[in-house]
């Protein structure tokens, strides 16, 4: 999920917020990491390109331990998440999975002489931060052993926690929220210094990039109602962000909706309302390359 300072996001400093999401996406990665590791010879290559906090490369140790060892290689431009994530990778790998990890930044280190070629390359919603990201993709093809695949977790729906009418301002708060939050990401790639615009899909990327067989499926994060207070400290925090990065894109009133929704005295608080939910699925494209 780091990629480095082309989006001058301070990835580190946001550890335990990125450690939280994990948990509550874990079995939802879980299945993904068995679904794509899961027929892997024993002492496959397993690689997590901007790994973040772990929470997946937890998920493919595991799968590796059970196909009865391996190699997982974890690359992240920030030192901090590394450590992080080669702990979680280790406690869920035990003695069976080799964990190794390399300090790089995918769109300008030679990561082909930097990673052996692998079985498996998994990036999840990194390359959208590099500059270019159809060059991010070819570098990621390079670390492929003949036969391997490369599955990237780009896009999806936008994250869902609150009813359509929540009894305070005009309904649909959630859907101009994130309309609110696209238009600042389309800015903010546009800050990125060396930008390139991709104006195609991820599975036209990766065949692009060399690959064939390529094609795309869904994952479900589901926490319904009455939720416990990992999800609801979660809740506040993205509001708390959104509140951060695109209030001055909202009406005047949404503006007024969400200081409520985010005030602990406010009897609508976000964070002790009980219709709180967590709802949104993430889209993984994957593609191989030819023998």
């Given at each position: 999920m780091s990629a480095g300072a082309h989006d001058d996001i301070d990835w580190a400093a946001r550890l335990t917020e990125l450690r939280r999401l994990d948990a509550l996406e874990s079995d939802a990665v879980q299945e993904v990491a068995e679904r794509l590791a899961g027929g892997l010879p024993q002492d496959a290559v397993v690689v997590d390109a901007g790994c973040g906090a772990g929470g997946m490369s937890a998920a493919l140790a595991s799968v590796l331990k059970d196909n009865g060892g391996g190699r997982l290689v974890l690359i992240d431009a920030s030192e901090e998440l590394l450590v992080a994530a080669q702990e979680m990778a280790e406690e869920t790998g035990g003695g069976d999975v080799a964990v190794t990890t390399v300090v790089a930044d995918v769109a300008v280190d030679p990561l082909a002489s930097l990673v052996p070629q692998a079985d498996l390359v998994w990036a999840s919603a990194m390359v959208h931060h590099l500059p270019d990201q159809q060059a991010g993709v070819t570098a990621l093809v390079r670390l492929l052993a003949p036969g391997g695949r490369l599955a990237l977790a780009e896009g999806g729906t936008g994250q869902s926690f609150l009813p359509w009418d929540i009894g305070l301002g005009h309904p649909g708060l959630e859907s101009r929220l994130n309309a609110a939050r696209n238009a600042w990401f389309a800015d903010m790639r546009g800050r990125i210094d060396g930008a390139v615009a991709m104006p195609y899909g991820w599975t036209t990327a990766l065949i692009r990039a060399g690959?064939?067989?390529?094609?795309?499926?869904?994952?479900?994060?589901?926490?319904?109602?009455?939720?416990?207070?990992?999800?609801?400290?979660?809740?506040?925090?993205?509001?708390?962000?959104?509140?951060?990065?695109?209030?001055?894109?909202?009406?005047?009133?949404?503006?007024?909706?969400?200081?409520?929704?985010?005030?602990?005295?406010?009897?609508?608080?976000?964070?002790?309302?009980?219709?709180?939910?967590?709802?949104?699925?993430?889209?993984?494209?994957?593609?191989v390359r030819p023998r």
């Open positions: 690959l064939v067989e390529a094609t795309s499926f869904s994952y479900l994060v589901e926490h319904p109602p009455p939720v416990d207070d990992a999800v609801r400290r979660y809740v506040v925090e993205r509001f708390t962000w959104l509140a951060d990065v695109v209030n001055d894109r909202l009406a005047p009133a949404d503006r007024e909706t969400l200081a409520e929704l985010l005030d602990p005295d406010s009897a609508y608080y976000v964070g002790a309302r009980d219709d709180v939910f967590m709802l949104y699925a993430r889209t993984v494209h994957t593609a």
